[in-house]
């Protein structure tokens, strides 16, 4: 069955520290990986898109196909970084996103 | 940056009465979702919309909910006899071909 693993449900770390929260997939074909991040009573928003390959505030997620994950990182870890992260999956013969159960951030100063 | 707008934000309601919830897209967007999340679980996926047609459904989606597209601007799901386990917040997203999808802030659905 397709399925996205995030097996952290709180990451707590000092401002400053370096960020890798966990994402793995299973699903057989190519997939398309999304990291959506959820701000305080805030809507999810897209924060990166593996097909983009590029850093937004300071993330970066690839895609290991060998060892179907798609962790996201940051070297530096900022107080406004805390929130809710999801990431999601698509498969390439459908338009749903398939959600992990989230891990939430905490940023302490 | 244009937003999906979603309302109401809280929508309270009792047991076996219909509710609608309602959704604004993206103008240029042609593809339109709802997901639901219910409290302390992953956000799921309920049914895609294209071309004034379900393109997908998830098993959640029955025959008790249906969405349409009223006019050129609104996009509804409408829960026909809700019950107690419909409560969640639902989320309405859209996007263009082969681009992410844009969420709205979610509707709460308190089901008493």
């Known amino acids: 069955a397709q399925r996205v693993t995030q097996p952290e449900k709180l990451l707590s770390v000092f401002k400053g520290a370096p960020v890798e929260l966990k994402c793995n997939y299973s699903y057989s074909g190519s997939p398309e990986l999304f990291w959506y991040v959820q701000y305080s009573r805030q809507r999810l928003q897209l924060l990166l898109r593996h097909i983009s390959r590029e850093s937004i505030k300071g993330f970066t997620a690839d895609l290991n196909k060998g060892e179907t994950s798609f962790h996201l990182k940051k070297p530096f870890a900022q107080e406004e970084d805390s929130a809710m992260y999801y990431c999601?999956?698509?498969?390439?013969?459908?338009?749903?996103?398939?959600f992990g159960t989230g891990t939430r951030l905490q940023v302490f100063p | 940056e244009p937003e999906v707008t979603q309302t109401p934000s809280h929508q309270v309601t009792q047991m076996g009465q219909e509710v609608i919830l309602r959704c604004v897209p993206i103008s240029n967007h042609l593809y339109f979702y709802w997901y639901r999340q219910i409290l302390g679980q992953k956000v799921e996926f309920l049914v895609s919309f294209y071309n004034n047609e379900i393109s997908e459904k998830s098993e959640i989606f029955d025959d008790q909910f249906s969405v349409e597209r009223p006019d050129g601007s609104n996009f509804t799901l409408k829960i026909r006899s809700t019950k107690l386990e419909d409560s969640a917040m639902y989320f309405c997203?859209?996007?263009?071909?082969?681009?992410?999808?844009?969420f709205g802030d979610g509707t709460r659905l308190s089901i008493l």
């Open positions: 999601a999956f698509r498969s390439y013969n459908t338009d749903k996103l398939i």
């Open positions: 997203a859209s996007s263009g071909p082969n681009q992410p999808q844009h």
